[in-house]
C-alpha cells in the first residue's frame, strides 16, 4: 500500500537574470493542484534584483553575494527549507516548465 503523498512541500528555485522564466516557472507551480507551501529562490547574484507576483504561496529571495553556481545555489535554497522544517522539496532551475 502507498502512502499518502505529503501535502506540505516547498520549491527550491536556483536563479539567474532570467525573470521571464522565473514568472513562468512561479505561474507552472501556482496553476498545479497540489501548490508547494513555500518557495524559496536562491539568486545567484544577478543584476537585477526578482520582481515576484502575489501567489498561493509565499516566496523567500535569498541573494547572494556571488555566483556560486546552480549546486551552490541549491544548497542554498535546500538549506533555507530545511530550517524552515520542510523535508518535501522539489529542486528546479528557473527554467524549468511543469504541466497542470
Known sequence: MMAE??????ACIVYYQ?????????????????KPTN????DNNSKEPIKTNSFSFPVKVIRLNENKGFAGGANVAINEAINNNFTNLMLLSQDVLLEK
Do not use: G, H, M
Not at 5 to 10: F, R
Not at 21 to 31: A, F, H, Q, T, Y
Open 5 to 10: 503523498i505529503e501535502k506540505k512541500w516547498a
Open 18 to 34: 532570467d525573470q521571464d522564466s522565473l514568472n513562468n516557472l512561479l505561474n507552472c507551480l501556482e496553476s498545479q493542484t497540489l
Open 39 to 42: 518557495v524559496f529562490i536562491a
